[in-house]
């Protein structure tokens, strides 16, 4: 099978579907608000990569099942008065959280664009939409510097403030900038857009953040990706809209209570990539008690299902909630030990599965680490906590330069502005992680709590300055401190916590629940 929509899916293929397809797949069986959705399976990429590109007999199975898309969403793609934009995302069958490539909004041109101003009764929206489709798919389907788009961006301000007249000013100057740098004016077929976009994605299976990740997980380079082709759903249509991640429970210390974050006004990308710090999901009981009422139930009933920590994307359109894709959450060490014990004792795992996940775990990764309080600690700034742990090394800047440091021998801590997928090399020699942006469930904190690194995200103290190789915080109205690359710093990531020099004294001790687990 090369092309099926969701409700062709069998939920035992996920080798064939992806983890998120056969997700997905289950989702709808479910009668969960899933947007309609079609799988383009690892089949597809493997008889991709035997022809070096889409065949045209593929390319028209894509097309006759995008037809049935379009019934189901009730709009037409490529349609000037009702267009059907959709998402092509990666779906590989194990998780690779930002690994691979995605892009949003395709189907945009300068004909649709109107019909989706007109649909949303927004030119503000639709534009804003057309400048994130342009500058994702320069970059990942032809190849443009990603860059060079945020060069252009920054000299329009902050991009909360963009009004409709610079939105169109970039959509303007981004399509040139991809003329200037590929030769070719930017795909006004939608088709053609599609059919680029999907090569992207399998393409960004051999991509080296990807195949590095692969190798310090033990994933089989031959298992390939699928590609979800999904209608889009708006978070950026106002203040009824939004989206977010939610997980059943807490990733960092495994405590039954719903843990996540969300944006009004907003994408998903926005969310993940961490250029914004988003609000704690409870601030969106406040804010759409329906929604969160909705949601908290959908994650438990998901959890429930797969037996496992659901970490859960989700999409508000105009006061309305979609599901867009669950997958089990990445939680520290000991967040998987609480977890194990805890679904165990409310009857969701059986004995046997508890106990064989604790196995799994190194002895000394089941431990809390603690300072100790009668030392006096130079603070230096205060983030979100987002990864628990104590680490001590010397400050670094830049991934390559972090891999060199750790090869020579010494500890490192990395600090960036945000981090991206780009940055995993750094982040997997790194003993801790700082970022200056970006919130909980940002791809520095997705990461870090994976591998029981500690992490502190969305440090706005912090003024990064890459180019010098340095940071700065304020203290008071007339101090400033500097730290340079190569200085000793240490992170807290339990209090969220950036310290000069290195914390001495720390000691380990182990929860009860771990003691009856062993037992």
């Known amino acids: 099978m090369r092309v099926c929509l969701l409700s062709e899916g069998s939920t035992e ?38 022809n070096h590109g889409l065949t045209n007999d593929l390319k028209k199975e894509i097309a006759e099942k995008l037809k049935m898309l ?47 101003a007109e649909q949303g009764r927004n030119e503000t929206f639709a534009y804003d939409c057309y400048q994130r489709f342009v500058s994702s798919f320069g970059k990942v389907a032809l190849g443009v510097n990603g860059n060079k788009f945020e060069e252009i961006l920054a000299k329009h301000g902050r991009k909360s403030d963009l009004q409709v007249k610079d939105l169109k000013e970039l959509v303007t100057e981004y399509k040139a900038l991809v003329e200037k740098e590929t030769g070719k004016r930017l795909f006004n077929d939608v088709f053609d857009q599609l059919f680029l976009a999907v090569g992207a994605v399998f393409d ?6 990807a195949v590095t990740y692969r190798q310090a997980q033990n994933i089989p380079n031959d298992l390939g990706t699928a590609v979800l082709v999904q209608s889009m759903v708006f978070g950026n249509m106002g203040n009824d809209s939004g989206t977010g991640v939610l997980f059943s429970r807490d990733p960092s210390t495994g405590e039954k209570r719903p843990y996540g974050e969300f944006m009004l006004n907003a ?21 759409l008690p329906g929604i969160y009422i909705e949601l908290v139930r959908i994650s438990e009933t998901l959890e429930k299902h797969f037996k496992d920590m659901q970490d859960t994307e989700f999409t508000i359109e105009k006061g309305r909630l979609y599901v867009l894709q669950t997958r089990s959450g990445k939680r520290t060490p000991l967040a998987s030990a609480r977890i194990a014990f805890d679904m165990y004792k409310e009857g969701i795992i059986a004995r046997e599965d508890a106990v064989r996940i604790v196995r799994s775990i190194p002895l000394e990764e089941l431990t809390v680490q603690h ?29 390559n330069e972090a891999v060199r440091l750790s090869e020579e021998g010494k500890k490192v801590i990395l600090f960036r502005p ?4 780009e940055d995993f090399r750094g982040v997997l020699v790194a003993e801790g992680v700082v970022t200056a942006r970006g919130g909980m469930t940002s791809h520095a904190a997705v990461i870090t709590r994976s591998y029981g690194k500690p992490c502190v995200v969305g440090c706005e103290e912090i003024k990064i300055d890459v180019g010098a190789a340095r940071f700065m915080v304020k203290r008071g109205q007339s101090q400033t ?16 916590l950036v310290i000069l020099g290195e914390i001495p004294h720390v000691a380990h001790s182990v929860s009860g629940y771990v003691k009856e687990l062993l037992t």
């Open 267 to 287: 994408q998903g990308e926005d969310l993940v990539s961490g250029i914004r710090t988003p609000e704690p999901i409870d601030s969106l009981r406040e804010k």
């Open 204 to 209: 960004s299976w051999f991509s080296e953040r």
């Open 371 to 399: 300072k100790d309080p009668r030392i006096k600690l130079q603070t230096l700034a205060k983030g979100l906590p987002a990864s628990p742990g104590i680490a001590t090394g010397v400050v670094v800047f830049d991934s």
């Open 418 to 421: 945000q981090t991206s997928p």
């Open 70 to 116: 379009q019934d189901e969403s009730k709009k037409t793609f490529g349609s000037q008065s009702n267009p059907l934009l959709v998402s092509v995302r990666s779906g590989a069958p194990v998780s690779m959280p930002g690994m691979l490539d995605t892009i949003l909004d395709l189907g945009l041109n300068d004909v649709t664009v109107t019909g989706l």
């Open 481 to 496: 401190v500097t730290v340079a690359s190569g200085d000793v710093v240490s992170v807290d990531g339990t209090e969220g």
């Open 13 to 50: 293929s996920k080798s064939l579907l992806g983890n998120k397809g056969g997700e997905l797949v289950e989702m709808k069986k479910l009668g969960l608000p899933v947007p309609p959705a079609m799988i383009i399976t690892t089949d597809a990429w493997r008889e991709y990569r035997a």
